[in-house]
């Protein structure tokens, strides 16, 4: 993810936010040109998820090292 900082990538996640609100009331939003509607929920919320995951990747753990536990399943 070269090139990518937690700045651009949070700056990214807060604009597919904000479409998927405008679009969940009822209304239409442009993103990088394109105009988006409900029919586009999906990929907007797919966008929220992409850019939530690297959000994730590139914070910084908050316990001060140690391990971080990205995804249990219990048995």
Do not use: C, H
Not at 41 to 59: C, F, N, P, Y
Request: glycine content about 10%; hydrophobic content about 45%; overall charge negative.
């Amino acid at each position: 993810m070269a090139g990518i900082t937690l700045a651009i990538a949070q700056a990214k996640l807060d604009n597919y936010l904000a479409a998927e609100e405008k679009i969940l009331l009822g209304q239409e939003t442009d993103m990088d040109g394109d105009r988006l509607t409900l029919a586009d929920l999906a990929s907007v919320q797919k966008g929220i998820s992409i850019w939530d995951g690297r959000v994730k990747e590139l914070t910084p753990a908050s316990s001060g090292g140690g391990i971080q536990i990205r995804e249990f399943i219990p048995r």
